[in-house]
């Protein structure tokens, strides 16, 4: 995302608008280039950027708008487009989420500039650390070349844990074990052993990361399973219809779906009445279900928010849904004995 908003000159001063419910990294990639992240509420009972709260927070300084499809649901890009056309702003589509959904027939990343897509663990196409920006322009290509030039390839330590990690992940990881690898992954993590995604907003520096290449073994992965994401999406896309039929507990909300959206969920979201002790009862169970986002820019705490410039209570959708969510994955790992315990469980609350 850096490299796209860095590839539209964005810079000190500047305002770039992202969504709140969203996670740290957008707005560290925005603050890595000195500008500001403005945050925009999320619909009422969705999950992605409200249009009308969009338009309030356009102002002189805003030149780019972030546009997240949360969990893979299409944000509402033909009234986004209108807007960021009527203010003269750059569109960039966060497709961390998804690859395929669509809205009106035309799939997502094809809306804005650029888009870009990560291939974390715990996305539709994990492949270790790293991730890949598109852009459909022409200028925009030349531009990012360039910039790729400059790119460094990561410390030999580092790319040999993300490498073990990896492997570690797909060896282990399973619906069942959900929770006990995430305890070991965050204990690692605070040994500072274990390679996370981000790191750096407590320092004032910018992280070197930014300019880091991706790994070849990631790449290589990433290209391979690229072939396979028909077979992704078609799985995900089965898993969800079967928790969208047969999920039928009235204290639990599905997502809504705008008729022009056809949606390939990376997790299925759900809005509990009391996420803490469902999360609990989940863990207690071995039920795969995850909290994100907790916060409106997440992982941070209350108190964390001020450093990426986010004001508590300020975006009150975001906040509520929060305390609301819970997810389910949709992954190739879900068999079909974790899909009937995870519905089982929620029908059970
Ligand atoms: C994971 C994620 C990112 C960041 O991707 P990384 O490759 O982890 O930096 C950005 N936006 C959304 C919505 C994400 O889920």
């Avoid at 925009?140 to 990896?166: A, F, G, H, T």
Wanted: charged share 25%; with cysteine; aromatic share 8%.
């Amino acid at each position: 995302m850096t490299a796209l908003l860095k590839a539209l000159k964005i810079s000190d001063g500047d305002e770039v608008i992202v969504q709140a419910f969203t996670c740290v990294a957008v707005a560290e990639g925005v603050m890595a280039l000195g500008a500001k992240p403005v945050y925009v509420d999320i619909e009422a009972f969705g999950y992605n950027i409200c249009v009308d709260d969009l338009k309030r927070k356009i102002t002189k300084k805003t030149r780019a708008i972030v546009v997240q499809h949360t969990f893979g649901i299409p944000a509402a890009m033909k009234a986004i487009i209108s807007i960021a056309e009527s203010a003269h702003l750059f569109v960039i589509e966060d497709c961390c989420h998804t690859i395929g959904s669509s809205q009106d027939g035309r799939v997502v990343g094809s809306w804005g500039i650029g888009s870009f897509y990560s291939f974390e663990w715990g996305k539709p196409l994990a492949a270790g650390l790293g991730g890949v920006a598109t852009v459909n322009t022409e200028d925009m290509k030349r531009r990012l070349d360039k910039q790729l030039i400059e790119y460094k390839r990561p410390p030999k330590i580092k790319s040999v844990k993300i490498q073990i990690q990896y492997i570690a992940h797909q060896m282990l990881y399973r619906p069942r074990l959900y929770w006990v690898i995430r305890d070991i992954y965050k204990t690692l993590g605070k040994f500072g052993v274990a390679e996370g995604n981000y790191h750096s907003i407590q320092k004032s520096v910018v992280s070197e990361e930014f300019s880091w290449r991706m790994l070849p073994s990631v790449e290589m992965r990433a290209v391979s399973k690229l072939k396979n994401i028909r077979h992704i999406e078609d799985y995900a896309r089965k898993v969800s219809k079967i928790y969208r039929d047969e999920i039928l507990n009235k204290n639990v909300t599905h997502p809504v779906i705008s008729i022009d959206c056809n949606p390939v969920f990376a997790r299925y979201p759900l809005r509990v009445r009391n996420k803490e002790d469902v999360l609990k009862m989940a863990r207690k169970e071995n039920v795969e279900l995850a909290d994100w986002y907790s916060s409106p820019v997440h992982p941070l705490s209350k108190g964390d928010l001020i450093k990426v410039g986010y004001v508590f209570q300020s975006c009150r959708q975001a906040e509520e849904r929060c305390k609301e969510v819970v997810t389910l994955p949709t992954h190739q790992k879900t068999k079909k004995k974790d899909i009937i315990r995870a519905i089982k469980f929620i029908n059970s609350l």
